[in-house]
């Protein structure tokens, strides 16, 4: 009789503990299902302090999900994760999901940095949605020749920049750890993707076409099945530095009508350190975030024409006389092309992706209309 009492004590623990185990998997797989469905909107922050922070995240967190902790002394000068723990504790207590910027990481060198990512699954679950790595990786290689020098054809070039990054001990080290790598970039998205990011934000600013940077960035992310956002930052070199509440307004509109899964507002400004949103700002956001809730059924806008650019061809197409791969000067396909784009974005506007002729995928059977950098567009 006392062995059956045992037996049964034994057995009930036993099927308490497979149903604590079982409610934490399915919780734990509700949540990234969760986080995987969720549209992600939120601030930029590139500020130093803890007290900054907090201050930006209470301003913002009832119309916000998510804050982006963008700020290369908090996670690259300090030799410790104190600052960044609270910050990153005070942004989940507030209920927002949050992303943490690394310039890089290196294995001899601040490993706090590769320790506290590690743990970050850990400490905060799936309100770390994953790294910042690095920013505009693309448009270092057009401004800085950052990943290569040169190369003997467009084909090499494509594969120098590719291996590189996706070869690097950073990239390395967040994919072994299955941490998703976000960047930012403004050229070169379909490259940046191919090289290991899972999401890069198209940057909407300067006099940049809302409708190129989304036909790019949405037409890479769909060949490669990866997600993307946009990131609302600098109109101006000079204060106000960003737009009117109106034109920040109207750009998260159109990143999200076209089915950007993450808006994000660039909050900061180098020279003296501080943040740059206004009152205007905020209400814009505020705004924005009405809207979406209102329209979270709302059928986003899918592209349904293509216009395919040559294989290798990582032109920049911010103007005529762009670079290639930041090494080359425009050549004779750059003048059509150019002009076709025009034309394009002209009678499709947010209908149209723009995708590189990669024979690995089956590109017609994604669009209901395509046309080759070549044609002729009337």
Not at 11 to 30: A, C, H, K, N
Request: hydrophobic share 35%; proline share 2%; net charge negative.
């Amino acid at each position: 009789m006392r062995i059956s009492k045992v037996a049964g004590l034994i057995l009930i623990s036993i099927l308490v503990i497979s149903f604590s185990v079982t409610s934490i998997y399915v919780f734990y797989q509700q949540g990234n299902k969760d986080s995987k469905e969720k549209f992600f909107f939120g601030v930029s922050y590139g500020q130093n302090t803890v007290e900054d922070a907090k201050i930006i995240i209470d301003k913002v967190k009832n119309y916000t999900n998510l804050f982006i902790i963008n700020s290369f002394p908090i996670t690259t000068n300090n030799t410790d994760s104190e600052v960044l723990n609270e910050i990153c504790d005070y942004a989940a207590k507030s209920d927002l999901y949050f992303i943490v910027y690394f310039f890089s990481f290196h294995p001899d060198v601040d490993v706090w940095q590769q320790e506290w990512v590690i743990d970050a699954k850990q400490n905060w679950g799936e309100k770390f949605l994953g790294v910042y790595l690095r920013d505009e990786p693309g448009g270092r290689q057009f401004e800085e020749g950052d990943v290569i020098k040169n190369g003997s054809s467009y084909s090499e070039a494509t594969e120098n920049f590719v291996s590189t990054i996706s070869t690097s001990f950073s990239m390395d080290f967040l994919k072994k750890k299955c941490i998703p790598v976000f960047t930012s970039d403004f050229v070169l998205y379909y490259y940046d993707y191919l090289s290991g990011y899972d999401t890069v934000f198209a940057e909407f600013g300067w006099n940049n076409s809302r409708i190129r940077q989304v036909g790019l960035c949405r037409g890479a992310s769909k060949m490669l099945k990866k997600d993307w956002g946009a990131i609302i930052t600098w109109t101006y070199t000079q204060p106000p530095y960003l737009g009117s509440g109106t034109e920040i307004y109207a750009d998260m509109i159109t990143a999200y009508d076209a089915g950007a899964k993450y808006v994000v507002i660039f909050d900061y400004e180098k020279e003296n350190q501080k943040g740059i949103l206004t009152e205007e700002h905020f209400r814009a956001m505020e705004q924005f975030w009405e809207y979406v809730s209102y329209n979270s059924n709302k059928e986003k806008i899918k592209a349904q024409v293509a216009y395919i650019l040559p294989n290798y061809y990582g032109w920049g197409m911010r103007h005529p006389d762009d670079k290639i791969w930041g090494i080359w000067d425009a050549d004779e396909k750059s003048s059509i092309i150019w002009e076709n784009l025009n034309k394009l974005e002209t009678k499709y506007g947010l209908l149209l992706d723009i995708i590189y002729d990669d024979p690995q995928y089956d590109i017609k059977e994604s669009y209901d209309q395509t046309f080759v950098w070549n044609a002729t567009i009337n």
